[in-house]
């Protein structure tokens, strides 16, 4: 038997009185860096906290690391499937008058570790995220990017195959969110966990993703890796050209392709009909006096594709 999914939905809908934050929602994600991409308000935050067990789906099933989602929040099965995670809120969620270590460590005892355990575990987590210098400070002294590092520290205590990651490079700088998406990068490169991104910055989900779930209304509107959800338009060219580019661009119409942009210049971006050959380019150029100075594919990118699915 093959390797069971990550998480594996079916219909899950989740409702507050009259509003459905969540609608039928069904995915089958593999282990990896996958990224839950949405604007505000896309029910992101909703779908984590059912897959923490923290709340229970109106309706629908499914499974995380093969255990079942649902029951009461506080049944021994919610339980066991906490224990599979390590979960980074998007709220601050510090407990003021606390050191680092001590948070660190409360947080371990939380998810079932002796005290032993969580103290000596936590002081090697702070020092692996660059905290060591810091772990006897109080929390609410940390920088915004040392607060969300101690969030992830409390994440890891227990070592969780799975992260979830609620809006992690919220409030940080460049340089705060770059080094923290490269924490969560070699977090899945170099020790094998499982990372679920769910942010609104589609650069934080190129940065460190291998596969996509866009969420817009409470509904899956696209999912699959970038190169997958990107590669939808292969009849999709740009071309800098030199020379008589205006007759080059009749023929062109001539042909039956579109053309989508002309800066006037030289650069076009072009639609070609189907079955066209790219030799075709080369042979009207060279009736045109046109050199072709490059020829690449125009494929979506992901802000283009996120706007299109998001809006649709």
């Known amino acids: 038997m093959g390797q069971p999914p990550l ?21 089958q994600l593999p ?27 109106t309706s629908g099933s499914g499974r995380v690391l093969d255990q079942p989602l649902g029951g009461d929040r506080d049944s021994a099965a919610n339980w066991r499937l906490r224990r599979l995670i390590g979960f980074m809120p998007e709220a601050e969620a510090l407990v003021p008058g606390l050191t680092g270590i001590e948070y660190v460590g409360l ?3 939380l998810y079932g570790m002796s005290r032993r355990q969580s103290q000596r575990r936590a002081h090697e987590v702070l020092g692996y995220l660059g905290l060591e210098e810091a ?5 609410e002294e940390y920088s915004a990017g040392m607060k969300q590092r101690v969030k992830l520290a409390q994440a890891l205590i227990h070592d969780p195959p799975v992260l979830l990651l609620d809006e992690p490079t919220s409030g940080l700088d460049p340089a705060g969110r770059d080094a923290l998406l490269n924490l969560v990068r070699e977090l899945g490169t170099d020790h094998g966990k499982s990372v679920i991104l769910s942010t609104h910055l589609l650069a934080d989900v190129q940065a460190v993703c291998e596969q996509v779930v866009i969420l817009a209304g409470g509904v899956v509107r696209g999912q699959g ?17 030199q020379g008589e580019v205006a007759k080059f661009r009749d023929d062109l119409l001539g042909e039956g392709v579109t053309v989508l942009a002309d800066n006037g ?25 046109v050199v072709i100075r490059a020829l690449v594919r125009d494929d ?12 649709a």
């Open 31 to 57: 282990p990896g860096r996958t990224g839950l991409l949405g604007p505000n308000g896309a029910g992101k935050s909703t779908l984590l906290k059912i897959l923490m067990g923290l709340i229970e789906p």
């Open 107 to 109: 947080a371990g005892e």
């Open 225 to 241: 890796t970038v190169e997958e959800l990107c590669a939808r338009r292969a009849d999709r060219f740009k071309l800098r050209v």
């Open 265 to 289: 210049h030289g650069e076009l971006r072009v639609a070609v009909p189907a079955g066209w050959s790219n030799l075709a380019f080369f042979k009207l150029a060279g009736c045109n006096d």
């Open 7 to 27: 998480i594996d939905l079916h219909g899950i809908t989740r409702t507050f009185g009259a509003f459905t934050a969540l609608h039928g929602v069904t995915l």
């Open 135 to 139: 772990r006897y400070r109080n929390v």
């Open 300 to 311: 979506e990118t992901l802000e283009e594709l996120f706007l299109r699915t998001v809006n």
